[in-house]
């Protein structure tokens, strides 16, 4: 099977390697691309704080170059297992990992009784994380430690949607909005043309268009390894 995936370049190489070696062909269709923002994460090491949150492993990415020895004890909260993969590598020593969503990694939070906490942030992100902690009571200082830019498509990535592929996969809902804002000359000619659509989680679908073709299906978990079980049947939680 043919399958889009849109994650940036970055991770965009570790899940083709797993798409081949489920048998399937990845087409790699990227629809942003990360701008790191060194100097403002390094200027809100320096700020008081007892904990670091992250929701991305992007934002894992964008502490590279950055002198981290002094904050390598500071416990990490991680959004799910990759990410809290990526902090380990990083060097971080106390990492603990939510269940994949904001929801759940404020809860951790909350749990765990954090205070003084840094939120190393995307943009654009989820609100739910955040507003999960201030529900609470706990105060969190966010700085944007990524940007995600919009990337063109050259001559040579539009040839590789024709045929149309049979899959796509997302993990976001910001990609979502991304890619069928240029995918639907392709989709309104391929009206007989069963699409699969594969998403992350329940909050990527709502930003899914409705159209005939269009087979939606979303991870049982918030996690790839999930996500990309889907492709062997495309069953999973078929919601429409």
Same mark, same amino acid.
């Given at each position: 099977?043919?399958?889009?995936?849109?994650?940036?370049?970055?991770?965009?190489?570790?899940?083709? @390697?797993?798409?081949?070696? &489920?048998?399937?062909?990845?087409? &790699? /269709?990227?629809?942003?691309?990360?701008?790191?923002?060194?100097?403002?994460?390094?200027?809100?090491?320096?700020? #008081?704080?007892?904990? /670091?949150?992250?929701?991305?492993?992007?934002?894992?990415?964008?502490? %590279?170059? /950055?002198?981290? *020895?002094? !904050?390598?004890?500071?416990?990490?909260? $991680? =959004?799910?297992?990759?990410?809290? @993969?990526?902090?380990?590598?990083?060097?971080?020593? !106390?990492?603990?990992?939510? *269940?994949? *969503?904001?929801?759940?990694?404020?809860?951790?939070?909350?749990?765990?009784?954090?205070?003084?906490?840094?939120?190393?942030?995307?943009?654009?992100?989820?609100?739910?994380?955040?507003?999960? &902690?201030?529900?609470?009571? %706990?105060?969190?200082?966010?700085?944007? $430690?990524?940007?995600?830019? @919009?990337?063109?498509?050259?001559?040579?990535?539009? $040839?590789?949607?024709?045929? &149309?592929?049979?899959?796509?996969? /997302?993990?976001?809902?910001?990609?979502?909005?991304?890619?069928?804002?240029?995918?639907?000359?392709?989709?309104? @000619?391929?009206?007989?043309?069963?699409?699969?659509?594969?998403? +992350?989680? #329940?909050?990527?679908?709502?930003? =899914? #268009?409705?159209?005939?073709?269009?087979?939606?299906?979303?991870?049982?978990?918030?996690?790839?390894?999930? +996500?990309?079980?889907?492709?062997?049947?495309?069953?999973? *939680?078929?919601?429409?």
């Amino acid at each position: 099977m043919r399958v889009i995936v849109t994650r940036p370049s970055a991770s965009a190489g570790r899940t083709a @390697e797993k798409l081949r070696r &489920l048998g399937h062909e990845p087409i &790699l /269709l990227p629809v942003t691309e990360p701008v790191h923002h060194s100097q403002a994460i390094a200027a809100a090491l320096t700020t #008081p704080h007892s904990s /670091l949150a992250i929701t991305s492993a992007e934002a894992v990415r964008a502490l %590279i170059g /950055l002198d981290l *020895t002094a !904050h390598y004890d500071t416990p990490v909260f $991680a =959004v799910g297992a990759a990410t809290a @993969e990526a902090a380990r590598q990083a060097g971080f020593h !106390h990492v603990e990992a939510g *269940t994949g *969503t904001g929801e759940a990694l404020a809860r951790l939070i909350i749990d765990r009784q954090v205070g003084n906490l840094l939120y190393l942030a995307g943009d654009p992100r989820s609100p739910a994380f955040e507003a999960g &902690l201030a529900r609470a009571g %706990i105060k969190v200082s966010t700085v944007v $430690a990524y940007a995600m830019r @919009e990337v063109a498509w050259g001559a040579e990535t539009v $040839a590789a949607l024709s045929p &149309l592929p049979e899959a796509l996969l /997302l993990y976001s809902k910001e990609a979502a909005r991304h890619v069928f804002r240029r995918l639907t000359p392709w989709l309104n @000619e391929k009206r007989d043309h069963a699409f699969h659509v594969l998403c +992350l989680s #329940p909050q990527v679908a709502e930003a =899914v #268009p409705q159209k005939d073709m269009i087979e939606l299906h979303v991870a049982d978990q918030p996690d790839e390894d999930q +996500l990309l079980l889907l492709l062997s049947s495309c069953g999973g *939680t078929k919601i429409r």
